[in-house]
Each structure stands twice: as structure tokens, then as C-alpha cells.
């Protein structure tokens, strides 16, 4: 069984930054990690994904530039550093976790556990 907790989300004006942690409990070890953001009204969406074992990051074309993601396995923790917002970064960010696979899919209905959410608002 694993669990997810979200921290660091707040509010922030247009260009400013955030780092999100997921702390993680349980044993991940060969998990992919993900983030996604919701909207209300709106689906949620891939934002970015990270190999647990090989460091491998993969980001959404709309955060590219802007949002990095990176793991501290000692601690069982991801983040994702959000630089430059904009207000359509705005919703509910998840940490997500599913068993590796040959490719990261961007799929929620693909992922097996999820953290609570932490809400992301960028003022303009």
C-alpha cells in the first residue's frame, strides 16, 4: 500500500514560483511518479512525470520552460518547481503513483495511488 501526501501549494501573483512535495510511504521503488492539475469544470490534466529509478523527467508542452520536476529518493519525496505562472496554472495539483511500465503514460485512470491535492491559485 502507498500513500501520498501534497505540500506547498498556496497563492502567488503571475510569475511568481512554487515547489510542490509529494512525501511519499509505502515502498515505490520502480514506481513512476506523476503530477496533474484540475481545474474546476475542466478534466484533470498530465503535467509532469519522473522514473524512480532513472531520473527521467517528462513535462507537458504547456509547462515546459517553466515547471521542472525532480525526486529525493533517501526521503521518498518528488517535487515539481513551478517558475514563471501564469493564471491558467491555476487548480488542484496531484502527486500520483503507478507501477513502471516501458513508457510513462498521461493518463489518470492509468495511476494506482494519489495523494489529497494542495490548490495551486496564480493571481493576475
Known amino acids: 500500500q502507498v500513500q501520498l501526501v501534497e505540500s506547498g501549494g498556496g497563492l502567488v501573483q503571475a510569475g511568481g514560483s512554487l515547489r510542490l512535495s509529494c512525501a511519499a510511504s509505502g515502498s515505490i521503488s520502480n514506481y513512476a511518479m506523476s503530477w496533474f492539475r484540475q481545474a474546476p469544470g475542466k478534466e484533470r490534466e498530465f503535467v509532469a512525470a519522473?522514473?524512480?529509478?532513472?531520473?527521467?523527467?517528462y513535462l507537458a508542452d504547456s509547462v515546459k520552460g517553466r515547471f521542472t520536476m525532480s525526486r529525493e529518493n533517501a526521503n521518498n519525496t518528488v517535487y515539481l518547481q513551478m517558475n514563471s505562472l501564469k493564471p491558467e496554472d491555476t487548480g488542484v495539483y496531484y502527486c500520483?503513483?503507478?507501477?513502471?511500465?516501458?513508457?510513462?503514460?498521461?493518463?489518470?485512470?492509468?495511476?494506482?495511488?494519489w495523494g489529497q491535492g494542495t490548490q495551486v491559485t496564480v493571481s493576475s
Open positions: 519522473i522514473r524512480w529509478s532513472g531520473g527521467i523527467t
Open positions: 500520483a503513483a503507478r507501477r513502471a511500465s516501458i513508457t510513462i503514460p498521461r493518463a489518470a485512470r492509468e495511476y494506482d495511488y
